[in-house]
T-cell receptor, first 116, second 114 residues
Framework: DTEVTQTPKHLVMGMTNKKSLKCEQH?????MYWYKQKAKKPPELMFV???????INESVPSRFSPECPNSSLLNLHLHALQPEDSALYLC???????????????FGPGTRLTVL | KNQVEQSPQSLIILEGKNCTLQ??????????LRWYKQDTGRGPVSLTI?????NTKSNGRYTATLDADTKQSSLHITASQLSDSASYIC?????????????FGTGTRLKVLA
């Protein structure tokens, strides 16, 4: 199984809502990532989990809260978002987070988030 | 400053034609470079990955080249198909403080017309 799955595919939420994005992989990868991608722009790294521990937080606002319950799952909890947070949120996984220097990231299909 | 620049920003070609996309980087010390294809609204899919010692790598109709001296890479698409319409993103990795980081280029949006 070389697939990264993400749910939901689409999400519309108000600025006062609380929602969560989910990501799952069963490739035995020990690193998982959240990216945010605006239209016609490259993905921007948000968080990296390595061996279920948060290793990188790229100064992401606290209204985004990541969680890694186990090595196969990654969540992104959303609260009090702003309309400018509307974007495609991509999850990715890799064998490790970069200690080997030659790792491939496998991306999920993304969640299209719209904040009203 | 580590940077990755891609050109052209967008490209339109006719089905069956060849095209070449460019990626220039200033990353140092260089570790590896990969090309991704991203269909609209989907996650990127890896096409090739090259290290310092590799000059050329192919994946079907996609051929990537790397010149580590000039810090340039190209992705050549042969006999384009409608399904090649996508964004192509160059990602460069470097080593710093014992770990590896990477930076995404801005991408080239390719449209193949029938």
């Amino acid at each position: 199984d070389t697939e990264v799955t993400q749910t939901p595919k689409h999400l519309v939420m108000g600025m006062t809502n609380k929602k969560s994005l989910k990501c799952e992989q069963h490739m035995g990868h020990r690193a998982m990532y959240w990216y945010k991608q605006k239209a016609k722009k490259p993905p921007e790294l948000m968080f990296v989990y390595s061996y279920e521990k948060l290793s990188i937080n790229e100064s992401v606002p606290s209204r985004f809260s990541p969680e890694c319950p186990n090595s196969s799952l990654l969540n992104l909890h959303l609260h009090a978002l702003q309309p400018e947070d509307s974007a495609l949120y991509l999850c990715a996984s890799s064998q490790d987070s970069g200690t080997s220097g030659y790792f491939e990231q496998f991306f999920g299909p993304g969640t299209r988030l719209t904040v009203l | 400053k580590n940077q990755v620049e891609q050109s052209p920003q967008s490209l339109i070609i006719l089905e069956g034609k060849n095209c070449t996309l460019q990626c220039n980087y200033t990353v140092s010390p260089f570790s590896n470079l990969r090309w991704y294809k991203q269909d609209t609204g989907r996650g990127p899919v890896s096409l090739t990955i090259m290290t310092f010692s590799e000059n050329t790598k192919s994946n079907g109709r996609y051929t990537a080249t790397l010149d580590a001296d000039t810090k340039q890479s190209s992705l050549h698409i042969t006999a384009s198909q409608l399904s090649d319409s996508a964004s192509y993103i160059c990602v460069v990795s470097w080593r710093t403080s014992g770990t590896y980081k990477y930076i995404f280029g801005t991408g080239t949006r390719l449209k193949v017309l029938a």
